[in-house]
């Protein structure tokens, strides 16, 4: 069993930066990969950034890439995602999850192997 709170979200304005975490609890964090998920009203939830167990594998969409950075700290048992020139199609809740088997990548795309997930922290990016 593994419990998984978010924090970091709010308010920021266009081209801000924030760092979400993801803090675990329970099972020991090296065992899975870590994925962060946005949820925007009226649309389908979104892998937007996963990493792998060991070797730092990873696979961001499209739309983030090379200004999300996820990251882990297992000694932590936290994840993060660093969020850079933040623009409004950003906004959304944000859920931090995590996989005991699979690849980065189809734990983003699919979903795939999500055992647990955390409730979701909110961010706004607005003027």
């Known amino acids: 069993q593994m419990h998984l709170v978010e924090s970091g979200g709010g308010l920021v304005q266009p081209g801000g930066s924030l760092r979400l975490s993801c803090v675990t609890s329970g099972t020991s964090l090296d065992f899975y990969a870590i994925g962060w998920f946005r949820r925007v009203p009226g649309k389908e939830r979104e892998g937007v950034a996963c990493?792998?167990?060991?070797?730092?594998?990873?696979h961001y969409t499209d739309s983030v890439r090379g200004r999300f950075t996820i990251s882990r700290d297992n000694a932590l048992r936290t994840a993060y995602l660093e969020m850079s020139n933040l623009a409004a199609e950003d906004s959304g809740t944000y859920y931090c999850?995590?996989?005991?088997?699979?690849?980065?990548?189809?734990?983003?795309?699919?979903?795939?192997?999500?055992?647990?997930w955390g409730p979701g922290t909110v961010v706004t990016v607005s003027s």
């Open positions: 990493l792998d167990r060991e070797g730092g594998g990873t």
């Open positions: 999850a995590v996989a005991l088997f699979g690849s980065s990548e189809d734990m983003c795309l699919h979903e795939g192997g999500i055992n647990f």
